[in-house]
T-cell receptor, first 112, second 115 residues
Framework: QKEVEQNSGPLSVPEGAIASLNCTYS??????FFWYRQYSGKSPELIMF????GDKEDGRFTAQLNKASQYVSLLIRDSQPSDSATYLC????????????FGGGTRLMVKP | EPEVTQTPSHQVTQMGQEVILRCVPI?????FYWYRQILGQKVEFLVS????????KSEIFDDQFSVERPDGSNFTLKIRSTKLEDSAMYFC?????????????FGPGTRLTVL
């Protein structure tokens, strides 16, 4: 059974701080990792993906991947109240028809 | 910016009735997906579709479910005889590439309520 685990939160950070969101996965065959943002009642919105060990930066967002530890994280710098949402980690297993397996999400609250 | 669209936004049906959920994927995408999310729970994969056939399906996607691409733009999910537990948000997604680097873009979803 392929599992993706996230702390459900809520994670509360003050405006302007760095928010750190974490995700672990169970299958070493995982190839690609995605972060989605989901506002309440809305659909998942792709933020970024990563497939190589190390860091990948896109604006205020940095994804970090450590395949040896089966760990992926998302850092949000200069957090804004509009970043308040649930952040979903998703893992793609190549041999499974591009099926994304999602974690339960971490709820982030950025306080002004 | 191109986006995935879905209709209807909300569907209410009686248990045992058939429903068809519709999606228009992004036009140059070749890979199509259905996911669902029961209120308060994880997003769950249902089925992936490529080259006019199912490439993968989950345990949820039983004989009550079917997918079709009836023309060059629409992608549909049919539930033949709805059950109460089918109540959920259903998301269509599409992607451009196969393999590990397929970014899947989600539509706004259809909220299905089975009474």
């Amino acid at each position: 059974q392929k599992e993706v685990e996230q702390n459900s939160g809520p994670l509360s950070v003050p405006e302007g701080a760095i928010a750190s969101l974490n995700c672990t996965y169970s299958d070493r065959g995982s190839q690609s990792f995605f972060w989605y943002r989901q506002y309440s009642g809305k659909s998942p919105e792709l933020i970024m993906f990563i497939y190589s060990n190390g860091d990948k930066e896109d604006g205020r967002f940095t994804a970090q991947l450590n395949k040896a530890s089966q760990y992926v994280s998302l850092l949000i710098r200069d957090s804004q109240p509009s970043d308040s949402a649930t952040y979903l980690c998703a893992v793609l297993y190549n041999n499974a028809g591009n099926m994304l397996t999602f974690g339960g999400g971490t709820r982030l609250m950025v306080k002004p | 910016e191109p986006e995935v669209t879905q209709t209807p936004s909300h569907q209410v049906t009686q248990m045992g009735q058939e429903v068809i959920l519709r999606c228009v994927p992004i036009s140059n995408h070749l890979y199509f997906y259905w996911y669902r999310q029961i209120l308060g729970q994880k997003v769950e994969f249902l089925v992936s579709f490529y080259n006019n056939e199912i490439s993968e399906k989950s345990e949820i996607f039983d004989d009550q479910f079917s997918v079709e691409r009836p023309d060059g733009s629409n992608f549909t999910l049919k539930i033949r005889s709805t059950k109460l537990e089918d109540s959920a948000m259903y998301f269509c997604a599409s992607g451009e590439l196969a393999g590990g680097f397929d970014e899947q873009f989600f539509g706004p979803g259809t909220r299905l309520t089975v009474l």
